[in-house]
Nanobody
Framework: QVQLVESGGGLVQPGGSLRLSCVAS????????MRWYRQAPGKQRELVAT???????NYADSVKGRFTISRENAKNTVYLQMNSLKPEDTAGYYC??????????????WGQGTQVTVSS
């Protein structure tokens, strides 16, 4: 009942930047947290960044100072600005959101992912 659609991935050279977007749609009453995860081939999914409804954010140590998560609550959208990209940032990036539906039930939904490849 809640769909998340990511966009903005692609191929970028080391040191470059990308901005990922994730739009949530459906019978949403409120969104609590929105998160970005990533998963590289052969590795476990890793939590990259979290944005909570109160405004607090958290980052994985590996991306602190390089990535910034932000939200547009009116548009149910979360962004991930990625600067100073490194080859080890190469992964599929997935959006996750949890909150409450209009009918009162809790949701926890995932997007299909967008690929980020950092290579020269």
């Amino acid at each position: 009942q809640v769909q998340l659609v990511e966009s903005g991935g692609g191929l970028v050279q080391p040191g470059g930047s990308l901005r990922l977007s994730c739009v949530a749609s459906g019978s949403i009453f409120s969104i609590n947290a929105m998160r970005w995860y990533r998963q590289a081939p052969g590795k476990q999914r890793e939590l990259v960044a979290t944005s909570r409804s109160g405004g607090s954010t958290n980052y994985a140590d590996s991306v602190k100072g390089r990535f910034t998560i932000s939200r547009e609550n009116a548009k149910n959208t979360v962004y991930l600005q990625m600067n100073s990209l490194k080859p080890e940032d190469t992964a599929g990036y997935y959006c996750n959101a949890d909150g409450t539906l209009r009918v009162g039930r809790i949701f926890d939904s995932w997007g299909q992912g967008t690929q980020v490849t950092v290579s020269s």
